[in-house]
Every structure is written in structure tokens, then in C-alpha cells.
């Protein structure tokens, strides 16, 4: 499969999740913590708990709102502001940063949120990030250490995310390192546990899938889908590999994994 961009589904995805959220803080000013915020664009479904206790800084100064304030400011000028969260280790919302709106993204309603040069850069430590994998394990980075861990980004295991053949070739260029006991592979995806669990009775994967990694794209700034990032035995990123050359990313696992 080509490499898949997902511009205009993170534009989307991104827009409604904003408004979602200022919706459910408006229209229930009174309602209980944790109060769940479903979106559903592109085909996938994209779950956020809003908690009143979610720090909201403005952007700029640092000052952190109130809710009440955070309210007052979403009335004021409900499409003036754009709200941003910041994903923790877990992929789960750790806090907002709220801007205003520039003159262009008011007019055609596009956001670019992602910065690739944000992204953790090769030759540095991976930060911690803490998996809850379909095996009902946690994978914590820091405590695989002494293991090479291979981190692959996929969108789905849907079509037109996803392709039979274009699993094999991953598995041809992955499988050989599976049994080493100092090898990881973990794939993150946006397909929840229910959509991974009916693509295993079909398929095998070539990694233990984690499911709902909406906050990990989005922590680790990817647009460009499928995604890798090899991690050495110290917690390193050794190479970030994109796209379906799935022979280039087999020579770097090579020459990582001993």
C-alpha cells in the first residue's frame, strides 16, 4: 500500500474534537467529571473524557483557566479559539492549550496541530510511552530496555488502511526477528479492541496490537501512515522508517537487533 496521508482526516477529526468538547462544556456547564465525548469522522470512532480538572493554559501567557473562565472565553467568541490537547505517556489527554484562531483557519476551517518537528528525533531517547496492548498487558518503554522495540503506526486493519499483502511483506521483513527474546513489535492502531479482535480471526500479525492510539499519533506528530520507530536496547531511536519500504526497515532491524 502507498503511503497514506491523512491530512484531510486529521483536519476533521481534530475540528470535531475541538467543538465537541467546548459542546459538551456549554451545553452541560453542570455535568459530572469524566464526562465522555464521542466523535466519529473518517470512518473511525474517537473517544475523550473531559474532565473539569483538565488543566486549560492559554497559549502564550501560561495562565491556566478556570472552567468557568474556559466557558466564559467559548461564549464570548465560540469559533475564535482553538483548543489543544497535549497527549501524557498513557495517550490520554494530560492537559489543553488554548489559542486563538488565525484569520485563515476561521475562513476555511483547516488546522495543522501535528509538527513533525516536534516529532522525537533519531539519535535521542524515545520518551516514556505506556501501551495497553490487546494481550490485556502494559508495555511500559522504560522497562524494555535490553530490548530492541519496534514501533509501527498503522491507521486501521480496515480497508483502505490495511492490505493482506502488504501484512505479509511486513511479516517477511519483521518475522524473522520475532523469536529473538530481545524483540519487541508493537502496532499501534485506531481500530478499538472489538475491530482488532475481528481482523485477528483472519489474519496474523506481526506485532501485539494496541488499540485506540489516537493520543500516540498525535503525541508523536505523524502524518504519513504506516510509520516506524526502532528503539535500541538502551531506549534510543535509532531510525524513524515511513512507508511501505518494508525491505529498507528489515535492513535496519538487522542491523540494530544482534
Known sequence: ???????????????????????????????????????????????????????????????????????????????????IPDFNEYGEIGFYTIRPMTEEEQQNRRFNDRDPARRPNEGTRMPELVFNAIDKKEYRLTEQQGKVVLLSFWLSTQKPFWSPVNNQKFTEAVGPFLANTDFLSLGILLDGKDEISKAMETETFSFIPVPDGTGFHQKMHLTTFPAFAVIDKNGTIVAWHYGSKFDELKKILQRVVK
Not at 465537541?20 to 469522522?41: D, I, R, Y
Not at 473539569?52 to 501567557?61: L, M
Open 1 to 83: 500500500m502507498k503511503n497514506t496521508t491523512v491530512k484531510l482526516i486529521r483536519h476533521v477529526k481534530a475540528m470535531f474534537l475541538t467543538n465537541a468538547v467546548f459542546c459538551s462544556l456549554l451545553l452541560a456547564p453542570h455535568a459530572n467529571a469524566q464526562e465522555a465525548v464521542k466523535v466519529t469522522t473518517g470512518g473511525f470512532k474517537s473517544t475523550r473524557r473531559f474532565d473539569e480538572t483538565t488543566p486549560i493554559f492559554e497559549e502564550g501567557t501560561g495562565k491556566r483557566l478556570s472552567k468557568e473562565e474556559f466557558r466564559t472565553l467559548a461564549r464570548t467568541n465560540f469559533n475564535g479559539y482553538r483548543l
